[in-house]
C-alpha cells in the first residue's frame, strides 16, 4: 500500500515514468494504479485524440508497441493502456527492444494481473530500469482485517474487529470484493462511523450471529447448545453457508490450535504471526486450548479429515449436509 501511495505521489508531481508494469495476484491495486493513471496524466480534453485503451486478448505485443511509438497530436504526450495484459505473457519477452529506447512522450501502463514477470529475465530488469515495476502481492487472511481497518480511517470511518473479521470470512481475501461491499455501507452510513457486525448484517446479508467465525468460537468454547443451533442454521440455508467450506474451516481451526499446543511462546503477538491470524482471533485459541488437551486436538484432526472428505462428495454420496455437520460435532464433542 505504502508503495502504490509513493507511486500515485510520484504521478501527482510529474515525475512519469514510460512504462508502468503492474504486475500480482491481487488485482485490487494493479485496477487502482491503471484508473488512476488514465484519469489524472492526461487533461481531460486530450484523452480523446491521445489515450488509448487496448485489451491484451485483443492485440498482439506488436501492435501494443506500434501504439506506444506514436506522436501525440498537439499535448505533450500520450498514454497507452493494455488492461488484462496477461494474454501476452507468451510474447511479453518481445517488448525488450522497446523496453532499452522507450517514447520519451508515451507512458505506456501494463496491467498484469494474477501473473508476474520473471524477476531473473531480461525484459523485467530493463523495465524495472527504465520505469516502474509494481508487484501486487495477495495478502494472508490475517492480514485483511488490519487492510479493511486502514482504507476505512483513511477515508474517515472506522470498523469494530468483529466487523472486519466477518467480512473476511465471508469474502476471503479478494479486495475487490470487500471494497465493493464497504462502498455499499459507506453509501448507507455516514462518514464518521463505526461500522460494527449489526451493520454487516443488515446492510450486507451476513448473519451477526450464525456464521462459521461464530461456529469456531462456539466449538472452542466447548459451547454445544449454541455450536447446534449454529448448524441448524447452516442446513436450513445451505446456498449461504457451503459444508465444504464449514468442514475445511473448522479443519483449519483444529491444526491451528495443534500449532497453538506446541508453542513455547503463546503472547498475542507471536501466536498471531505463527498462527497466521489476526490478533484479535488469538483468545479463541486461548480458551480452546484449555478445553482441548493436545492428543484430543490431534484425535481431532485426523476424524475431521474424514469427513472433509464427505463433505466433498467422497464416500458419503447420500449423506445430508445437515448428518454431515452433526457428525463434525459428535466428532468434536465427543
Known amino acids: 500500500m505504502d508503495e502504490v501511495i509513493q507511486i500515485t505521489k510520484d504521478i501527482k ?3 512519469l515514468k514510460p512504462i508502468y508494469f503492474l504486475m500480482g495476484e491481487e488485482p485490487y491495486y494493479i485496477d487502482k494504479l491503471t484508473d488512476f493513471i488514465e484519469q489524472n496524466v492526461l487533461e481531460e480534453q486530450d484523452r480523446d485524440f491521445n489515450q488509448s485503451i487496448l485489451y491484451g486478448r485483443d492485440v498482439t505485443i506488436e501492435d501494443v508497441i506500434g501504439t506506444a511509438k506514436r506522436y501525440p497530436m498537439m499535448a ?27 517514447q520519451i512522450t ?20 530493463l523495465l524495472d530500469k527504465v520505469g ?53 455501507l ?17 446492510n450486507i446479508g451476513f ?3 450464525f456464521n462459521n467465525f461464530e461456529l469456531r468460537k462456539a466449538i472452542g468454547e466447548k459451547n454445544q447448545v449454541k455450536s447446534y443451533q449454529i448448524i441448524d442454521y447452516f442446513a436450513q440455508n445451505p446456498k449461504d453457508n457451503p459444508l465444504v467450506v464449514t468442514t475445511g474451516l473448522v479443519f483449519g481451526f483444529f491444526s ?36 482441548y488437551p493436545m492428543k484430543k486436538v490431534s484425535t481431532i484432526v485426523a476424524a475431521l479429515r474424514t469427513i472433509d472428505l464427505k463433505s466433498k ?19 468434536i464433542f465427543n
Do not use: C
Not at 455516514?190 to 454487516?200: E, Q, R, V
Open 256 to 291: 491451528q490450535l495443534l500449532q497453538y499446543h506446541g508453542l513455547k511462546d503463546k503472547s498475542q503477538m507471536n501466536a498471531a504471526k505463527v498462527l497466521k491470524v489476526n490478533p484479535f482471533f488469538v483468545k479463541d485459541y486461548e480458551v480452546a486450548f484449555r478445553n
Open 76 to 102: 505533450d504526450r500520450q498514454v497507452v493502456i493494455v488492461r488484462e495484459a496477461q494474454e501476452l505473457s507468451r510474447t511479453i519477452d518481445k517488448l525488450e527492444a522497446y523496453a532499452e529506447n522507450p
Open 313 to 331: 462428495g467422497v464416500g458419503a454420496a447420500s449423506t445430508s449436509q445437515h448428518d454431515l455437520l452433526k457428525e463434525l460435532l459428535i466428532t
Open 186 to 202: 459507506k453509501i448507507i452510513l455516514p462518514k464518521g462511523h463505526m461500522f460494527t457486525p449489526i451493520d454487516i448484517e443488515e
Open 13 to 15: 508531481a510529474g515525475n
Open 132 to 184: 516502474v515495476v509494481y508487484e501486487s502481492k495477495k495478502l494472508y487472511e490475517n492480514q485483511v482485517g488490519e487492510w479493511i481497518k486502514r482504507i476505512l480511517e483513511s477515508q474517515g470511518y472506522g470498523i469494530e474487529p468483529k466487523a472486519a473479521a466477518i467480512l473476511v470470512e465471508f469474502l476471503g481475501t479478494d479486495l475487490s470484493k470487500i471494497n465493493n461491499e464497504l462502498e455499499k
Open 207 to 209: 448473519s451477526k450471529d
Open 106 to 125: 508515451t507512458v505506456l501502463v501494463f496491467a498484469y494481473k494474477y501473473k508476474t514477470l520473471d524477476k531473473r529475465k531480461k525484459i523485467t530488469k
